[in-house]
């Protein structure tokens, strides 16, 4: 194979359960105030999706994992999830 | 049943394709400068997770979908996507 097969990343990344979420208490209150009053336990996150050369979904999720400690996740007060498929090309 | 069920929610909101995505593009050239150069398609979206009290799983996605148009996301210029599921309770 001459190149790199690429897998495509999804992160999601989620205030650690406990922590506060102002963002999601907003939503929850927003959603009050407009009729939704049912609504409960609001947590609001941020999904990275890329594409990454990787031979396998390991050596992806891998790298996956070093970026999300390095850079797009704070773990001190944030928890991520990785998810690994496969490009649409 | 004395109460109605609860369904938990997850929206996850994205800037349609071709619109630009300018965290995703910052998150792309930091990964860039921190050695990941083969990464590609960064995408940077928003999820919310909620429980709402529905009997059914379409009555819940339907919630869900108007939440959606009237304040979760902007259909202008953004995509959602609605993932129905059972509350761990």
């Known amino acids: 194979m001459a190149t790199t ?3 495509r990343i ?3 990344i989620r205030p650690k359960a406990g922590l506060r979420d102002p963002e999601g208490n907003a939503i929850l209150h927003a959603l009050a105030a ?3 009053e049912d609504v409960e ?6 999904t990275v999706t890329f594409d990454v050369g ?3 979904d ?3 999720r891998a790298e996956a994992e070093a970026m999300c400690r390095k850079i797009l ?3 001190v007060i944030e928890d ?3 998810v690994v498929g496969d490009t649409g090309s």
């Open 41 to 46: 336990n609001v947590h609001v996150g941020k």
């Open 34 to 36: 407009l009729g939704w």
């Open 5 to 7: 097969p690429a897998k």
């Open 58 to 60: 390991d050596a992806a």
């Open 73 to 75: 996740a704070n773990p």
């Open 80 to 82: 991520y999830e990785i």
């Open 54 to 56: 990787a031979d396998t």
């Open 10 to 12: 999804t992160v999601t």
